[in-house]
T-cell receptor
Framework: DAGITQSPRHKVTETGTPVTLRCHQT?????MYWYRQDPGHGLRLIHY???????DKGEVSDGYSVSRSKTEDFLLTLESATSSQTSVYFC??????????FGPGTRLTVT | KNEVEQSPQNLTAQEGEFITINCSYS?????LHWLQQHPGGGIVSLFM???GKKKHGRLIATINIQEKHSSLHITASHPRDSAVYIC????????????FGKGTKLSVIP
């Protein structure tokens, strides 16, 4: 298995609070991704990174920001969590034009 | 209409049956991925292909670029194959983004 961890694995938070999810890799892959998975929608890309300090938006980026200060870490921040951001969040890594390897997921509940 | 459509949405099979899951897409692609997600959530990459056919154990993936269609076959199915199978496409060379189908839920009954 690719060395990808996500923390926390489960989180319950209240509407309006900030939340940061962490993705950590030990594979030295250049590309990192944050997805959310919701029933009826499948996986959707939130943000991705193509190098340290190089990030871009995906199809559902509103309400989310990311940072990548080191190759191994990619952080996803919800500045002010809303109930619509209740979801399962997956991090993934890859090299260019190669398979993506997924982390174990973080289940986030916003009450 | 979604750019990536999978069929069927749900599939129940008896152990030992030959299984086919289909994926159709409406955009030009540089590669197609098949993923497996077991109950409990972990997602595993099964195949990445841009032409022809790939085989790994009892799993076979094929793609027809002209018809914009791919199939995932499972031979001699087993209850441990029960999972959601997800098709995803990468739209162009150097593109970072994958567009996903909604998945096919497979249940294999002993």
């Amino acid at each position: 298995d690719a060395g990808i961890t996500q923390s926390p694995r489960h989180k319950v938070t209240e509407t309006g609070t900030p939340v940061t999810l962490r993705c950590h890799q030990t594979e030295n892959h250049r590309y990192m991704y944050w997805y959310r998975q919701d029933p009826g929608h499948g996986l959707r890309l939130i943000h991705y990174s193509y190098g340290v300090k190089d990030t871009d938006k995906g199809e559902v980026s509103d309400g989310y920001s990311v940072s990548r200060s080191k190759t191994e870490d990619f952080l996803l921040t919800l500045e002010s969590a809303t109930s619509s951001q209740t979801s399962v969040y997956f991090c993934a890594i890859s090299e260019l034009d190669r398979e993506q390897y997924f982390g174990p997921g973080t289940r986030l509940t916003v009450t | 209409k979604n750019e990536v459509e999978q069929s069927p949405q749900n599939l129940t099979a008896q152990e030992g049956e030959f299984i086919t899951i289909n994926c159709s897409y409406s955009v030009g692609i540089s590669a197609l991925h098949w993923l497996q997600q077991h109950p409990g959530g972990g997602i595993v990459s099964l195949f990445m292909l841009s032409s022809g056919k790939k085989k790994h154990g009892r799993l076979i993936a094929t793609i027809n670029i002209q018809e914009k269609h791919s199939s995932l076959h499972i031979t001699a199915s087993h209850p441990r194959d029960s999972a959601v199978y997800i098709c995803a496409v990468r739209k162009g060379a150097g593109s970072y983004q994958l567009t996903f189908g909604k998945g096919t839920k497979l249940s294999v009954i002993p």
